[in-house]
């Protein structure tokens, strides 16, 4: 697929310059403006945890196509990559409240409910990867 | 005193310059941000560059930083490449290189390439440096600008005041934001603030957060938040989210809350019945 971007976290800026390519290719696939601040937020909130957790990380930015019931649906594919300390217990942080840093822990339970497809790895000590993808319907 | 290699640069002056500018027209401004600018412009520049480096030849090098340091402004105001300015300025060093080997036997070209290079290091120097210095201050100017603009605090009835939020929440800003919020209560002593957030192009739970505890804050010193200019489309995030902003107040447009501050503050604003007749209008 040609439309793919790749946006490193270093700093605060990393956060801004990744939504701001959310918010660009979301809008070039076809997604509505509610949809687009999903996908903005959702992706605000995987850079912040990377900004937040981790010395470093990327956020990968796909357009993606699947064949459904009703014909070829086209979707964004949002992935979130650290070597950071990884997380300990992932059910925890699945839960909302919880969280490490003294925020709202409304971060990644709130990413699952703005996108469609959800998808966590993580291994302590060598980092996480979080997948998430949203259709265009 | 001034070595052989600049001596011998300027004695073929106007013969390396003819050879820079037949090459170094591709380098130079192959970049869009470049291309874009009307071709006099370019060629402004272009000769501008080669006097830069020719005339500075027999400056000494206080006098030519001050002419390098007027070109490095000119490249920054008007959003010039230096990448490609620094890359034209070593094919300029192949040119002279492959003269002098032409001119010099083996031994005296090494001397004197090491001389070529001396001089061009220090020009690149002083040019990159000057202009890294220009946008270091261009920076620091544009930080203090946006400082001024980041969070004012707007007096609209008495005891009623407004911030208008614009643009992106960072930490630094939201520290900010909290401490303009909490002095500018005590001095226009504000019973209820109006947060408007319609200019702040997504919400996510730092930014909520944020918000939250500066709302702790004011109601701490005795005041009212009220959240305003909530977008459709950033309610749903928050919902999605499950951000409880239920502590709240908040009304979708800043007109609406003037209105329940208004009313909070046990005020009212009235129609008069008839305008007033008499006085200057007979």
């Given at each position: 697929?040609?439309?793919?971007?790749?946006?490193?976290?270093?700093?605060?800026?990393?956060?801004?310059?990744?939504?701001?390519?959310?918010?660009?290719?979301?809008?070039?696939?076809?997604?509505?403006?509610?949809?687009?601040?999903?996908?903005?937020?959702?992706?605000?909130?995987?850079?912040?945890?990377?900004?937040?957790?981790?010395?470093?990380?990327?956020?990968?930015?796909?357009?993606?196509?699947?064949?459904?019931?009703?014909?070829?649906?086209?979707?964004?594919?949002?992935?979130?990559?650290?070597?950071?300390?990884?997380?300990?217990?992932?059910?925890?942080?699945?839960?909302?409240?919880?969280?490490?840093?003294?925020?709202?822990?409304?971060?990644?339970?709130?990413?699952?409910?703005?996108?469609?497809?959800?998808?966590?790895?993580?291994?302590?000590?060598?980092?996480?990867?979080?997948?998430?993808?949203?259709?265009?319907? | 005193?001034?070595?052989?290699?600049?001596?011998?640069?300027?004695?073929?002056?106007?013969?390396?310059?003819?050879?820079?500018?037949?090459?170094?027209?591709?380098?130079?401004?192959?970049?869009?941000?470049?291309?874009?600018?009307?071709?006099?412009?370019?060629?402004?520049?272009?000769?501008?560059?080669?006097?830069?480096?020719?005339?500075?030849?027999?400056?000494?090098?206080?006098?030519?930083?001050?002419?390098?340091?007027?070109?490095?402004?000119?490249?920054?105001?008007?959003?010039?490449?230096?990448?490609?300015?620094?890359?034209?300025?070593?094919?300029?060093?192949?040119?002279?290189?492959?003269?002098?080997?032409?001119?010099?036997?083996?031994?005296?070209?090494?001397?004197?390439?090491?001389?070529?290079?001396?001089?061009?290091?220090?020009?690149?120097?002083?040019?990159?440096?000057?202009?890294?210095?220009?946008?270091?201050?261009?920076?620091?100017?544009?930080?203090?600008?946006?400082?001024?603009?980041?969070?004012?605090?707007?007096?609209?009835?008495?005891?009623?005041?407004?911030?208008?939020l614009i643009g992106t929440i960072d930490t630094k800003r939201a520290s900010q934001i909290m401490e303009n919020l909490l002095d500018g209560i005590i001095e226009h002593r504000a019973q209820v603030v109006l947060i408007d957030i319609t200019g702040v192009p997504l919400v996510d739970t730092m930014v909520a957060h944020h918000i939250i505890r500066a709302s702790e804050a004011v109601r701490l010193v005795g005041a009212e938040c009220l959240l305003v200019?909530?977008?459709?489309?950033?309610?749903?995030?928050?919902?999605?989210?499950?951000?409880?902003?239920?502590?709240?107040?908040?009304?979708?447009?800043?007109?609406?809350?003037?209105?329940?501050?208004?009313?909070?503050?046990?005020?009212?604003?009235?129609?008069?019945?008839?305008?007033?007749?008499?006085?200057?209008?007979?």
């Amino acid at each position: 697929m040609s439309n793919h971007s790749c946006i490193e976290i270093a700093n605060e800026w990393g956060i801004v310059s990744a939504r701001q390519a959310g918010r660009e290719l979301s809008k070039e696939i076809g997604f509505g403006s509610v949809d687009q601040a999903r996908i903005t937020t959702a992706i605000s909130e995987l850079a912040r945890n990377i900004y937040l957790y981790t010395e470093i990380g990327k956020i990968d930015l796909e357009e993606i196509s699947d064949n459904h019931k009703n014909g070829k649906v086209r979707g964004i594919k949002v992935v979130a990559s650290d070597k950071g300390p990884g997380i300990e217990n992932l059910r925890d942080v699945m839960i909302d409240g919880f969280t490490t840093s003294g925020g709202l822990g409304a971060g990644l339970p709130g990413v699952k409910r703005l996108m469609d497809e959800f998808d966590i790895e993580s291994i302590p000590g060598e980092g996480t990867t979080i997948t998430t993808i949203k259709w265009l319907r | 005193m001034r070595s052989i290699v600049l001596q011998h640069m300027i004695d073929n002056k106007d013969h390396y310059i003819e050879q820079w500018r037949v090459s170094f027209g591709e380098l130079l401004f192959s970049r869009s941000e470049s291309t874009i600018k009307p071709q006099y412009i370019q060629d402004e520049m272009k000769e501008e560059f080669v006097s830069v480096i020719f005339d500075t030849l027999t400056m000494d090098r206080h006098s030519r930083r001050a002419v390098v340091k007027r070109f490095a402004e000119r490249l920054i105001h008007d959003g010039w490449v230096v990448s490609e300015f620094i890359m034209s300025l070593q094919r300029l060093r192949r040119i002279v290189m492959k003269d002098l080997s032409n001119h010099y036997d083996k031994e005296k070209f090494v001397d004197l390439s090491g001389e070529l290079e001396d001089w061009l290091d220090e020009q690149i120097t002083d040019l990159t440096t000057e202009f890294a210095k220009n946008h270091e201050e261009v920076k620091a100017i544009q930080n203090v600008a946006l400082k001024e603009l980041s969070a004012p605090l707007i007096p609209v009835f008495d005891k009623i005041v407004v911030m208008p939020l614009i643009g992106t929440i960072d930490t630094k800003r939201a520290s900010q934001i909290m401490e303009n919020l909490l002095d500018g209560i005590i001095e226009h002593r504000a019973q209820v603030v109006l947060i408007d957030i319609t200019g702040v192009p997504l919400v996510d739970t730092m930014v909520a957060h944020h918000i939250i505890r500066a709302s702790e804050a004011v109601r701490l010193v005795g005041a009212e938040c009220l959240l305003v200019g909530i977008r459709p489309e950033i309610a749903q995030t928050i919902v999605n989210l499950g951000i409880d902003l239920g502590n709240f107040t908040t009304k979708s447009t800043l007109k609406k809350g003037v209105e329940a501050a208004l009313q909070m503050t046990h005020r009212d604003i009235i129609t008069n019945e008839e305008p007033v007749t008499g006085g200057g209008l007979n």
